[in-house]
């Protein structure tokens, strides 16, 4: 026992602790803030996708030296001055959005924030019961229309284009927006939550040629935009008065309004205990019904 505390002794007298000053908590802190900050944005922007991508290669290449194929090991090095370059290139516009959003931000604020999750999902049924009821009611009258809902990735670079709304979603505001020769009819609207925060926005447009040749700008946008974003975008012919839906760069075409709400409670995200509570009580409510009835 007396060799073991001996051994113990000179193991720990080996070790170098080192001392711990103020500011090296303070830099322990700022560095984990920073870092986490960059984690968010990289998960909010296109360069989440890229970041996967970047892990793949990174894995061949572990997988290259492993298997020693000098070829690719002597490419390697000699692409990361361009890569880097090429990163930052199609990285652009996330980063003036990320720049100019710390200008802005109110960290203070944003540290008092413990929770931006909402009980009801990224939007409340109130809001898809009014975009389902405006897409119908402007489909009769073959008002065309165009709407985009944000999803994961944030709209703000094409939000910019449009003009400013910012105001609580309702089937009439809708119908308003889209109505012929009005101001804000031409472009499209972009949802946020429970909120219109803007119009006659500009799309990119898709170049898939598999998409009908009978299909105009307007479905060619919505395409377009689901391309390059997560969002969906819920979409009014005004030749035909149809209803498409666009997500994940594929359209859905000729939608009922069971069908459209289907599809906008596939991005709602309301939680999993929320939806079965739901789904309990409406079977609940329906059998008071029939007894009702009866």
Known sequence: MEQLNNWIGVYLAKLHMPTIHWND???IIILTF???????WIKNTRAWALLKGVIVILIFIIIAAFCNMNTILWIVPNIISIAATAFVVVLQPELRSAL????RKNFFASLLDSSNKREDGRFSDRTINEIVKA???????????LIVIEH????KEYERTGIDVDGIISSQLLINIFEHNTPLHDGAVIVRGNRVVSATCYLPLSDNMALSKDL???????????EVTDSLTVIVSEE????????GGEL???????????RLLEIQDKPVEEKKRKLWKGKGVGKAGLKDEK
């Open 100 to 103: 100019e959003e710390l200008g």
């Open 34 to 40: 920073v870092a986490y900050h960059i984690l968010v």
């Open 152 to 155: 994961e990735q944030p709209l």
């Open 25 to 27: 908590v303070a830099e």
């Open 252 to 262: 859905e075409r000729n939608l009922d309004a069971a069908r459209l709400k289907e």
């Open 240 to 247: 035909t008065g149809k209803i498409s839906v666009a997500y």
């Open 216 to 226: 105009g700008t307007r479905h060619r946008a919505g395409v377009g935009i689901s």
């Open 135 to 145: 897409s119908l009611e402007m489909g009769k009258v073959k008002t065309g229309a």
